[in-house]
């Protein structure tokens, strides 16, 4: 059993930075491929980010490529989302989550543990 708390959400201008973070519980952290997922009010969730167990592998949505770094401390737990340049469009709830995959793949349906989401507001 995994659980996962997300943090660092909040409310940023265009073109700003934020970097989410989420922390995981149990000693088996390091054995998960993890990803980032988002979802906007009256759209469906959407593949962000995912990092290998071992960091290894990232990959990354068309959409924030170039502007979104994915990163873990197997160490601490944690894996992080540093998202710059950031745009009114990647407004959403954003969660993180874990899969026992390899290589991490983008489809929701495959991660076993959620997170319950933070908050990020992009303002035009």
């Known amino acids: 059993q995994v659980q996962l708390v997300e943090s660092g959400g909040g409310l940023v201008q265009a073109g700003g930075s934020l970097r989410l973070s989420c922390a995981a519980s149990g000693r088996t952290f390091s054995i998960y491929a993890m990803g980032w997922f988002r979802q906007a009010p009256g759209k469906e969730r959407e593949f962000v980010a995912a990092?290998?167990?071992?960091?290894?592998?990232?990959d990354y949505a068309d959409s924030v490529k170039g502007r979104f770094t994915i990163s873990r401390d197997n160490a601490k737990n944690t894996v992080y989302l540093q998202m710059n340049s950031l745009k009114p469009e990647d407004t959403a709830v954003y969660h993180c989550?874990?899969?026992?995959?390899?290589?991490?793949?983008?489809?929701?349906?495959?991660?076993?543990?959620w997170g319950q989401g933070t908050q990020v507001t992009v303002s035009s």
């Open positions: 989550a874990a899969s026992r995959m390899h290589p991490p793949t983008v489809v929701p349906g495959s991660y076993d543990y």
């Open positions: 990092i290998s167990w071992n960091g290894g592998i990232t």
